[in-house]
């Protein structure tokens, strides 16, 4: 077990990045970064984007490693230019991919399977900055399928990571 940080986390109930990066972002809906998110096994997390689509169960909720922002090219970043929901620090989520990761941030474990990187898009150029996207490659979070209903919040959590089962 590790001690990481939930840093910032992100809902997003509307997909905001849509047509051509040129054309920019669509508008909020409102405040995107909470406090809390409630997450459902299978369906992702409550009131998000991609929750309960079938085609994103393998991508429900994404994670990505503060330490890897390129803050070198937009001081300001934060999960509202990169999209991802859960922003940690302390950890090299990246690392994980294929294997199931435990964060309870003191309200029970939520447990999700780490299936994939999550690659940067042209998007990153136009709400991060030129070099964006070249920057995250690598170290632009996970994509994951939450395996339990939980809660998590900001503030320490605690972190396990364990392999998965192939069959699973």
């Given at each position: 077990?590790t001690?990481?940080?939930v840093i910032q986390l992100?809902?997003?109930?509307?997909?905001?990045?849509m047509?051509?990066?040129?054309?920019?972002?669509?508008?909020?809906q409102?405040?995107?970064?909470?406090d809390?998110v409630e997450?459902?096994r299978?369906?992702?997390i409550?009131?998000?984007?991609?929750f309960?689509?079938?085609?994103?169960?393998?991508?429900?909720?994404t994670?990505?490693?503060?330490e890897?922002?390129p803050?070198?090219?937009?001081a300001a970043?934060?999960?509202?230019?990169?999209?991802r929901n859960?922003?940690l620090?302390?950890?090299?989520i990246?690392?994980?991919v294929?294997?199931?990761?435990?964060?309870?941030?003191?309200?029970?474990?939520?447990l999700?399977?780490?299936?994939?990187?999550?690659?940067?898009c042209?998007?990153m150029?136009t709400?991060?900055?030129a070099g964006a996207q070249?920057?995250l490659?690598g170290?632009g979070?996970?994509?994951c399928?939450?395996?339990s209903?939980?809660?998590l919040?900001?503030g320490p959590?605690a972190?396990?990571?364990?392999?998965r089962?192939?069959a699973?």
């Amino acid at each position: 077990m590790t001690t990481v940080e939930v840093i910032q986390l992100l809902l997003s109930p509307t997909h905001r990045f849509m047509g051509r990066p040129a054309d920019g972002p669509a508008p909020a809906q409102g405040e995107e970064l909470v406090d809390r998110v409630e997450v459902r096994r299978n369906l992702g997390i409550v009131g998000d984007r991609y929750f309960a689509h079938p085609a994103h169960r393998r991508a429900a909720v994404t994670l990505m490693a503060v330490e890897n922002l390129p803050v070198h090219i937009n001081a300001a970043i934060d999960l509202r230019q990169t999209r991802r929901n859960v922003l940690l620090k302390g950890v090299d989520i990246d690392a994980y991919v294929g294997s199931t990761v435990s964060l309870d941030s003191g309200h029970g474990p939520v447990l999700l399977a780490v299936n994939s990187a999550a690659r940067p898009c042209a998007w990153m150029e136009t709400t991060i900055g030129a070099g964006a996207q070249r920057a995250l490659r690598g170290k632009g979070g996970v994509r994951c399928t939450p395996l339990s209903d939980g809660v998590l919040t900001l503030g320490p959590a605690a972190f396990t990571a364990t392999d998965r089962d192939p069959a699973s």
